[in-house]
T-cell receptor, first 114, second 110 residues
Framework: AQSVSQHNHHVILSEAASLELGCNYS??????LFWYVQYPGQHLQLLLK??????LVKGIKGFEAEFIKSKFSFNLRKPSVQWSDTAEYFC????????????FGTGTRLTIIP | DVKVTQSSRYLVKRTGEKVFLECVQD?????MFWYRQDPGLGLRLIYF???????EKGDIPEGYSVSREKKERFSLILESASTNQTSMYLC?????????FGSGTQLSVL
């Protein structure tokens, strides 16, 4: 069965620092990859996604992620974080396109200190 | 604006009660999902449905059942609620591999 690992459980950064959140998955075939964000008290929102093509994908609010197939990784990056980026971030992988069953990582809580 | 609506934001129930969590989507999506979200465990799939009256077990179906009588509505049922089912429950619908999530129901079982 596929699985997703997010090794950073809680990350604390100062404003303007650069961010990289790790995500690794275990599945050897074709995958679609996603990052979702959950701001405090809000519902889960799609940040960005990779289906195919350019492995560097750009999402909302200045976030980007790079798909490295050889490393089974899809790390999330942002060059300069803001206090409003404080949220929980979830990586997810879709391998069975028929039923669209999405497998999530355990999440990374990001706290930005003003 | 497309929406997935969960009927209750907060719910408090007693052990042994039968609990219904309702989810409605207005996008005519065929696929609908129920997840539970727990700190440190992320989102785990309970059940999903790919058509009316069709359902499949997810990763943690024990203690839960579902109902999908109409395309827009997907209900999660806790037959006899237990304290270990205290959690945040998220409903989602999906089309072309993109999911829209509801705002969640925080269920507390006392």
């Amino acid at each position: 069965a596929q699985s997703v690992s997010q090794h950073n459980h809680h990350v604390i950064l100062s404003e303007a620092a650069s961010l990289e959140l790790g995500c690794n998955y275990s599945y050897g075939g074709t995958v679609n990859l996603f990052w979702y964000v959950q701001y405090p008290g809000q519902h889960l929102q799609l940040l960005l996604k990779y289906f195919s093509g350019d492995p560097l994908v750009k999402g909302i609010k200045g976030f980007e992620a790079e798909f490295i197939k050889s490393k089974f990784s899809f790390n999330l990056r942002k060059p300069s974080v803001q206090w409003s980026d404080t949220a929980e971030y979830f990586c997810a992988v879709l391998s069975n396109f028929g039923n669209e069953k999405l497998t999530f990582g355990t999440g990374t809580r990001l706290t930005i200190i003003p | 604006d497309v929406k997935v609506t969960q009927s209750s934001r907060y719910l408090v129930k007693r052990t042994g009660e039968k609990v219904f969590l309702e989810c409605v989507q207005d996008m005519d999506h065929e696929n609908m999902f129920w997840y539970r979200q727990d700190p440190g465990l992320g989102l785990r799939l309970i059940y999903f449905s790919y058509d009316v009256k069709m359902k499949e077990k997810g990763d943690i179906p024990e203690g839960y059942s579902v109902s999908r009588e109409k395309k827009e509505r997907f209900s999660l049922i806790l037959e006899s609620a237990s304290t270990n089912q205290t959690s945040m429950y998220l409903c989602a619908s999906s089309f072309m591999r993109q999911k829209i999530f509801g705002s969640g129901t925080q269920l507390s079982v006392l």
